[in-house]
């Protein structure tokens, strides 16, 4: 286990990966008891759409990648809201239209290289002192965000009829979640990968929610897993030498597996 | 002895989904310490007029007051409790307790940095004793039986004190018994609470000991008035004639 600390690409590869992790975790138990587990899915099409345009300008891809997926992300919620759409059709039409724009500047720039790949795919030990701040900074704002407004979140999740009429300021509510969610997608292809981004925000969710029995104890199973994943994960990656991301994700799905045998066992 | 205070003040309202109208110019006051029952058949708009008073629904023409101030302004909602027509149609692996269910509606109003603890475990342990489940706090949701399940969602609307508790159709589903033992509960809360009670129903009989002030509804309101009178009148024969099933007994 000491190889985790004794360098300091892993150090922050560490702390990365446990802050995006772990702030997934607890958005993917609100995402997927909304039955909008696929979001991040989607949203990693549009923001492939992002990359791609960053590169066809030649600007840097974060900031483009991160505007075109809060962008998305509310209008998104606002095909839903406004005009009446299911979640799952508002996110498959955005995804479609954000993998079609992506392949379309990708051809027009002709630079389906290294650059594209990294996103797609990502690389946790590659991680910089930016990019491990970022992550840490937003971690720290998902759980203060969650804090501050558990009960109004576990309300609009529970029952969003019944938390309309008691006043609470829904929509807000749930474009500060997309939005999040879209920003945690963003700083976390860089680590596992726009490919997988969205099992490290479903699989350990889902996970605590095999497991718990009360709404709090899901979000810090979730977290639990979520870092067990990453730490193992990561671990096994370098001491194996196997490719970190689908690691920590195959880790995560173990976990899941026990978590589900278990729940049946106890349900059976 | 004064005059109850008007709640609610429904006038002249219209509302249409998609250009069909399902409400005609419905004036409908709610005063205080009343027990309405909102009658009518599948579509008369019984659910889309609560959904209104609740400022879910905004109607195409008409006014609406709701503890004197225009519904556009009211700011107030904890002084009313919903238990929608869907209460019960959740998720049932949904991983929340009793207790958490009950919570949910009280914390959200309050700056979790100045929580007290205490203070909110009463209240919400207060309300689960007075729907009689106090002791299922640990249970899941979920785990619980429909009837109990409702109750659980009666605590929820009145944990946070409201004045008026509105619910819409709450005992779809549940046997005779629970739902006698759960009207009476609502009777109770009316009587000795003060809480004034919207519900909504399409079951004339199982309500009909409970309540005094009925509105008919049918896209328009047919009637609107008190229990008593609503028993002698022609309307009432109608229902009874229909086959619906009216016990005539006054608490």
């Known amino acids: ?27 993917g138990v609100f995402l997927l008891l909304r039955r909008e587990a696929m979001i991040g899915h989607g949203l990693g099409h549009i923001i492939f759409s992002g990359i791609a345009l960053a590169l066809f300008l030649n600007f840097a891809p974060l900031p483009i990648a991160l505007a075109v997926a809060v962008l998305a992300a509310l209008a998104i919620l606002k095909l839903k809201t406004r005009a009446g759409l299911h979640s799952d059709t508002a996110i498959a039409i955005f995804s479609s239209v954000g993998m079609s724009m992506g392949i379309l ?80 997608l963003v700083l976390g292809m860089k680590i596992v990968g726009l490919l997988l981004m969205t099992s490290i925000l479903v699989i350990p969710a889902a996970t605590g929610l095999q497991l718990a029995k009360s709404f709090f104890a899901s979000c810090l199973l979730a977290a639990g897993a979520a870092a067990f994943s990453v730490i193992i994960g990561l671990w096994l990656s370098l001491t194996a030498d196997l490719p970190a991301a689908a690691t920590i994700v195959l880790i995560s799905f173990v976990l899941f597996l026990a978590s589900f045998l278990r729940r049946r066992r106890r349900l059976f | 002895m004064s005059r109850p205070q008007e709640l609610i003040i429904l006038r002249e309202v219209y509302f249409a989904y998609n250009q069909r109208p399902v409400l005609f110019n419905i004036n409908l006051t709610v005063w205080e310490g009343d027990f309405l029952a909102l009658l009518g058949p599948n579509g008369a708009g019984k659910t889309t007029l609560i959904k209104i008073m609740l400022g879910l629904l905004r109607p195409d023409r008409g006014e609406v007051v709701v503890f004197g101030s225009a519904i556009e302004s009211f700011q107030d909602w904890h002084l009313l409790g919903y238990v929608p027509q869907t209460a019960t149609h959740f998720d049932p692996l949904f991983p929340a307790t009793v207790y958490e269910v009950v919570a949910m509606a009280l914390l959200s109003r309050q700056n979790p940095w100045k929580r007290r603890p205490k203070v909110e475990r009463e209240a919400v342990l207060a309300a689960l004793q007075l729907v009689g489940l106090e002791e299922k706090v640990k249970v899941p949701i979920g785990e619980l039986s429909s009837g109990e ?10 944990v946070h004190e409201p004045k008026i508790l509105l619910l819409d159709e709450p005992t779809a589903g549940i046997d005779a018994e629970t739902q006698h033992q759960f009207y009476d509960m609502l009777y109770n809360f009316n009587s000795q609470k003060g809480i004034t009670i919207i519900l909504v129903t399409h079951d004339i009989g199982i309500v009909n000991r409970h309540i005094n002030r009925v509105a008919c509804l049918e896209g328009k309101l047919i009637y609107h008035g008190r229990h008593e009178e609503f028993c002698r009148s022609s309307l009432f024969k109608e229902l009874v004639g229909r086959g619906d099933h009216v016990i005539s007994h006054q608490h």
Not at chain 2, 149 to 158: D, E, P, S, V, Y
């Open chain 2, 149 to 158: 399940q409702q109750r659980a969602f009666i605590a929820r609307a009145l």
């Open chain 1, 105 to 184: 500047l990708v051809t027009l720039v002709n630079r389906f290289g290294v650059d594209l790949l990294s996103y797609l795919f990502g690389d946790i030990l590659a991680v910089n002192k930016t990019e491990t701040a970022l992550s840490l900074v937003l971690a720290f704002i998902v759980i203060i965000f969650i804090a501050y407004f558990y009960h109004q979140l576990l309300f609009l999740t529970f029952a969003p009829d019944s938390a309309r009429a008691f006043g609470l300021k829904t929509e807000r509510l749930e474009a500060t979640l997309t939005v999040l969610t879209a920003v945690t």
């Open chain 1, 1 to 27: 286990m000491s190889i985790l600390w004794e360098y300091g690409f892993v150090q922050r590869a560490l702390l990365a990966g446990l802050a995006i992790g772990i702030g997934s975790a607890f958005l």
